[in-house]
């Protein structure tokens, strides 16, 4: 896009293919004996151990549902209360507070189902959105997907690829790698993307 | 790789990842899968059914019958905002008539579907995984329906955001102390959160569909609505993350959204409104019609697309024992409802029994005893294990529950309000056409949506299929548990395809 950058494709990675997340594991295994780091498998179903031998972990989920699920909180609390006019003549002087059937303008226990849906509601909101932020959906093309067999990841082979950005990285010497433990295929993926 | 042919597992016959892709897949994938209805055969006569060639297949026609009932349901729709609600048969003293008894019913049904996408995950029940989808999208269609019952009985629907706290010149606000509005908090969270957690559950299958698609147009559609999803290990963790997140929160909201709808009752003073076992009872009876539904759904779908190998008998088999489970504590939630009239000592409580039960006095008796055969008697024949699995058998208790579960309501609403506190305003409640064509325009809704739905969605989870495979080959919770690499053995011993 800009002048003087190198846009032509670069080497993405190394995707080899393995038809059982048995394979798929112990390959990623010997990967990361071997001192690779920058890798990622894609899999037709979620395989359980696979980011541990990685050495992948996030758990920023959580915190987001738990940020998500107290704003919800904060929001339903706030809404009611400055809607009942609970802070009439102090916080809101120009509010007006409606006596409703002689019930406290603070009725508390009559808060909490609104208060409990709002913090549903942003939990959902804060987890399928921290889903897609961290996962960076929704993204219409990634260099894997030039890869020949990347259309059978979402079906019934498992793919690892080892990332070029890796500093050990060196083709040759990972297809060696990736054959030896049963790759049924091995591609060298190039991309344009991010130079 | 599961080589499995005992009828009692969860997944039956010969299986891989690859054939599991194109059982359900296809029925989206390829239209050969939509086989025409076999003639009918009337006196040795054969009568074909009159559909155009392409569109003849059973569940085209369900579309289009369902096609048929939704435009009676714009009509009701349109002569109603036209008109005003006096077209209904509400009027004083049933304020409440069809229009809630029908919502209540439609919400309720749809309880089952997060009842079986998040109870059941958080419990890690497997069997699951084959009844969810569907059982969401119809969790979706139900509240979709169930929505527009109170929005037209506002009688101005044009001004439905006043239900929402918005800021505004008169300084109004909504009355939060009132259980409708509670209502209007909870129905529109749960359709939200139920949308949600549906389409995160679509977005790998939506990938798998992209991936097996023939058409430039299809792979585009599929392309954009799989959000760019890569089957990513990273993404798979917090994937996971976020769905026992969201099946975290489900589950208090589901239980919620309908003690919420008790309360719409149990909160008034009405002769048999004002109970405390209205709650429990409610949702109990939510999950009973739901179940109910899902089984009313699964048996066609499985006919129709030879499914048979996903949803088995052992599926029906705890479907119906759940059924059967909750159909006792709506029972109990009966019982309780009888013992407390008698306990209170309240004449208007105790009034509004014999006005449930007298069958030759009581204005009502006839739905009363037609619930207690619909929704108590009927559903005990579950209790049998042969009758558990046998479809006719079960279609015709599933329909049983359903129609005993509308009952339920209708005694509910429209008796307690026709005898209240004041014998001058008693009165009876007569539905009218556009009551009915409204009630029956939903049901054709709610089928046109589920028959769309089947056609265009993969109406069975397949990555979920997937790791039940892996699950019952390793018999195991997972997929793959530890670091240490398989012995060859094993994974030679899985034949692949």
Request: net charge neutral; proline share 6%.
């Amino acid at each position: 896009m800009s002048h003087g950058r190198d846009t032509s494709p670069k080497p993405y990675g190394t995707v080899a293919c393995f038809a059982t997340p048995e394979e798929l594991i112990e390959a990623t295994q010997a990967a990361r004996n071997a001192g690779y780091k920058e890798m990622d498998a894609y899999t037709p179903v979620p395989v359980h151990g696979l980011t541990d031998v990685m050495g992948f972990k996030d758990n920023r989920l959580h915190y987001g549902a738990l940020a998500g699920g107290t704003a919800g909180f904060a929001v339903g609390v706030i809404l009611e209360c400055f809607t009942s006019g609970v802070f009439t003549g102090t916080l809101q002087p120009w509010a007006y507070a409606h006596n409703v059937g002689g019930k406290p303008l603070l009725s508390w226990p009559m808060f909490i189902p609104v208060t409990f849906e709002c913090i549903i509601l942003l939990t959902a909101f804060s987890v399928v959105g921290g889903l897609f932020a961290l996962s960076g959906m929704p993204k219409p093309h990634h260099p894997v997907f030039n890869a020949e067999q990347f259309f059978r990841a979402s079906q019934d082979r498992y793919l690892l690829c080892i990332e070029a950005k890796d500093p050990r990285y060196a083709k040759d010497q990972v297809q060696r790698l990736m054959e030896e433990y049963g790759a049924e295929s091995v591609e060298h993926g190039m991309t344009s993307e991010g130079y | 790789m599961s080589q499995t042919h005992d009828p009692e597992s969860l997944l039956t016959g010969t299986h891989t990842e690859a054939t599991i892709d194109t059982a359900i897949a296809d029925v989206v994938l390829d239209s050969s899968r939509h086989k025409p209805v076999k003639p009918i055969r009337i006196a040795g006569r054969e009568i074909n059914i009159p559909a155009p060639p392409g569109l003849n297949s059973p569940l085209y026609l369900m579309i289009g019958f369902g096609f048929l009932f939704t435009n009676l349901m714009l009509v009701a729709i349109t002569t109603l905002i036209f008109t005003g609600i006096g077209i209904w048969g509400n009027n004083q003293p049933t304020g409440w008539g069809f229009d809630i008894v029908n919502f209540v019913w439609w919400i309720g049904i749809g309880h089952a579907g997060t009842l079986i996408s998040a109870i059941l995950l958080l419990l890690r029940q497997k069997w699951r995984n084959s009844i969810n989808r569907f059982a969401e999208a119809m969790t979706i269609f139900a509240v979709m329906c169930a929505g527009l019952y109170p929005l037209l009985h506002t009688g101005r629907p044009w001004v439905a955001y006043w239900l929402f706290p918005y800021p505004n010149t008169l300084g109004m606000w909504p009355n939060f102390r009132s259980p409708l509005v509670w209502d209007v908090f909870a129905v529109s969270t749960y359709m939200t959160v139920s949308i949600l957690f549906w389409f995160v559950g679509l977005i790998p299958d939506f990938a798998t569909l992209r991936d097996r698609a023939k058409l430039r147009a299809t792979q585009m559609v599929f392309g954009v609505l799989s959000m760019g999803w890569k089957g990513s290990a990273k993404d798979w963790v917090r994937y996971e993350h976020a769905s026992l997140i969201l099946a975290g929160i489900s589950t208090p909201l589901v239980l919620s959204v309908h003690t919420i709808v008790s309360f719409d009752f149990a909160m008034g003073i009405v002769p048999g409104w004002n109970v405390t076992i209205f709650p429990p009872y409610f949702v109990a009876g939510a999950v009973f019609a739901g179940f109910a539904m899902v089984i009313t759904l699964a048996i066609p779908l499985r006919k129709w697309y030879g499914l048979e190998d996903f949803i088995t008998m052992k599926h029906f088999d705890w479907m119906a024992k759940i059924m059967l489970a909750t159909g006792l504590i709506v029972l109990y939630g009966y019982v309780c409802e009888v013992f407390y009239a008698w306990y209170s000592g309240t004449p208007w409580e105790v009034g509004l029994l014999w006005n449930r039960w007298e069958i030759d006095k009581a204005p009502y008796s006839w739905a009363f005893w037609m619930l207690i055969l619909t929704n108590g008697v009927i559903p005990q024949l579950m209790w049998f294990p042969k009758l558990r699995r046998n479809l006719p058998v079960l279609l015709a208790v599933s329909t049983s529950v359903s129609i005993g579960m509308w009952f339920e309501r209708y005694v509910i609403i429209p008796i307690g309000l026709t005898r209240d506190y004041l014998p001058s305003s008693y009165g009876y409640y007569t539905p009218t056409f556009w009551d009915f064509a409204m009630f029956f325009g939903t049901i054709g809704f709610f089928l046109f949506l589920i028959g769309m739905f089947i056609r265009f969605l993969p109406s069975i989870n397949m990555f979920e299929m997937k790791e039940l495979l892996h699950q019952l080959k390793h018999g195991n919770g997972h997929v793959h548990t530890t670091h240490e690499p398989v012995t060859t053995a094993e994974t030679e011993a899985a034949p692949n395809a």
